[in-house]
């Protein structure tokens, strides 16, 4: 049985899945943390807020238990299975991956904004790399979903880690996927870090010492 929509009451919350109650059976969903936070404010239990949510269902030979991970928008839905088309993705991954809104992870995709993707917990240059190969040219239509009133947008430090990057590869000598990581770590350790020289001063801090 294929799922691809589910609509009913939140019977249960945990910190990456809900349980929804739909004519008396609870579905198991996963949610990546941009879908989770929009459950924060909402009721669980008997008697539980109603939801909604597009669903994407995922069952294989090696994954034998269906996997059913859910969204607020159909657009979400369809970028995440263009994601896990990616090698070295698959459904698990992609869940724990997909920490932005998806608008600014295709822009970066289309932009071919490496420095970006690697600010990702869990996502390295290689992957970022890859990413970007694979989808390119496919995710221009994600990047215009329009984002909630009051959402914090990331692209100022995107351009910033874009030009920390550019620097030290173009003038500094470093290799891509090197600079990538340094920078990577950088914004790890210190997120606050919100222009060009705060981030040289972060990606260098450590040689120093």
Not at 43 to 55: F, N, P, Q, S, T
Request: no cysteine; aromatic share 8%; net charge neutral.
């Amino acid at each position: 049985m294929m799922i691809s929509y589910l609509e009913g009451k939140l019977f249960k919350k945990e910190e990456n899945r809900v349980v929804i109650l739909a004519h008396g059976v609870g579905y198991d969903v996963f949610l990546p943390s941009i879908v989770r936070h929009a459950f924060d404010e909402k009721k669980a239990g008997a008697d539980g807020d109603e939801v909604k949510l597009y669903i994407s269902y995922y069952h294989s030979e090696r994954q034998p238990r269906p996997m059913l991970i859910g969204f607020n928008k159909e657009a979400e839905k369809e970028f995440y299975e263009l994601f896990i088309t990616v090698g070295d993705i698959g459904p698990t991954k992609a869940v724990k991956l997909i920490t932005l809104p998806i608008h600014e992870i295709a822009r970066a995709v289309e932009e071919r904004n490496a420095p970006f993707l690697v600010q990702i917990k869990g996502l390295g240059p290689k992957l970022a790399d890859k990413i970007i190969a694979h989808l390119y040219g496919k995710v221009g239509k994600y990047a215009l979903i329009k984002e909630p009133a009051g959402a914090k947008r990331t692209s100022e430090k995107e351009d910033i880690a874009h030009q920390v990057l550019d620097v030290m590869v173009r003038q500094l000598g470093h290799k891509k996927s090197e600079a990538m990581k340094m920078i990577q770590e950088a914004l790890q350790r210190n997120p606050e870090a919100d222009t060009p020289e705060q981030v040289f001063e972060e990606v260098y801090r450590s040689q120093k010492q």
